[in-house]
């Protein structure tokens, strides 16, 4: 089965740039702000972002579950990862930190610097999220090969990724037509006893048609490249891309905003900042 990805964005003015365009920006918004850990520079980087995210007026009902899934995996690494580390920041000791309690049996401690630093993570990774939307939905499908060739990207590299965006939504599809087979046949997987290990133990009948069919589709798309002579030239592409006025001028913005960060990160104004609202609260 052969489903391209969602256009969600189609008509936007985001849909409407360069597509090479959206990848530059998310890198440069990427490297720009892993530099930063002051709330104070990176309030502002998301507000951009955000706002970046609705020029291309993605429909919130069409996403709101990718958001979960973002939400839920965001918060699960910054919890992790304070767990982890024990509540220890770079550049703080403990006696440094303004704890308001350690927690139960694993004695991590809770402090001002520990919560500034996971409200950090939580603004970087959002606004990168954000930033990485647009180029799942606001991609035409036949652009997806041609954007990353025209950023030198060997074209053997290109045709993949290209593939990948039609192989996700394809294989969501199979799955769930296999669902709703199953279920047609009288078999509910998701009602059954013990919870989400219990639902795991059912997903055989699901999985093996749905692993199948992608082994089977795989090999028929690798014979229709080979018929076809894939991988014996150089690749030629038909869709030509030229950035225009506006892509220029955003690319421009998108570079200055990495340059400006990097500056203040070498000049060591980008570290990790307190509020002092929080530092009062645990005294």
Not at 4 to 19: E, T, V
Not at 123 to 133: C, D, I, K, P, V
Not at 179 to 191: C, F, L
Not at 263 to 274: D, H, M
Request: aromatic share 12%.
């Amino acid at each position: 089965m052969n489903v391209a990805p969602r256009y969600l964005g189609r008509g936007s003015w985001l849909s409407r740039r360069d597509p090479r365009l959206l990848i530059l920006v998310l890198v440069c918004y990427v490297f720009a702000a892993v530099q930063v850990w002051d709330l104070r520079i990176l309030a502002p980087m998301a507000t951009l972002a955000f706002l970046y995210y609705q020029s291309a007026r993605i429909p919130w009902r069409a996403v709101r579950a990718n958001w979960a899934y973002v939400a839920f995996f965001i918060s699960f690494i910054v919890v992790v990862n304070t767990l982890i580390t024990g509540g220890e920041l770079r550049g703080f000791a403990e006696e440094d930190l303004h704890i308001y309690f350690r927690l139960p049996l694993i004695h991590t401690p809770i402090s001002a610097e520990m919560l500034s630093y996971a409200g950090a993570q939580l603004l970087r990774f959002g606004s990168m999220a954000a930033m990485g939307f647009p180029i799942a939905f606001a991609i035409a499908p036949g652009d997806i090969g041609p954007t990353f060739a025209r950023l030198l990207v060997p074209y053997k590299f290109a045709y993949a990724l290209d593939l990948t965006f039609r192989f996700i939504p394809s294989m969501a599809a199979d799955m769930q037509t296999t669902m709703d087979a199953q279920r047609i046949r009288g078999y509910e997987w998701d009602r059954v006893p013990g919870g989400p290990i219990g639902r795991m133990r059912r997903l055989g009948p699901l999985l093996v048609p749905v692993t199948i069919n992608a082994i089977v589709g795989a090999e028929d798309t690798i014979d229709a490249m080979d018929l076809r002579g894939f991988g014996t030239g150089k690749r030629t592409w038909l869709r030509e891309l030229a950035y225009g006025r506006t892509d220029w001028v955003v690319l421009a913005a998108a570079v200055t905003l990495l340059v400006t960060v990097t500056a203040l990160s070498l000049a060591g104004l980008t570290r990790l900042w307190v509020p002092d609202l929080l530092i009062s609260l645990a005294r």
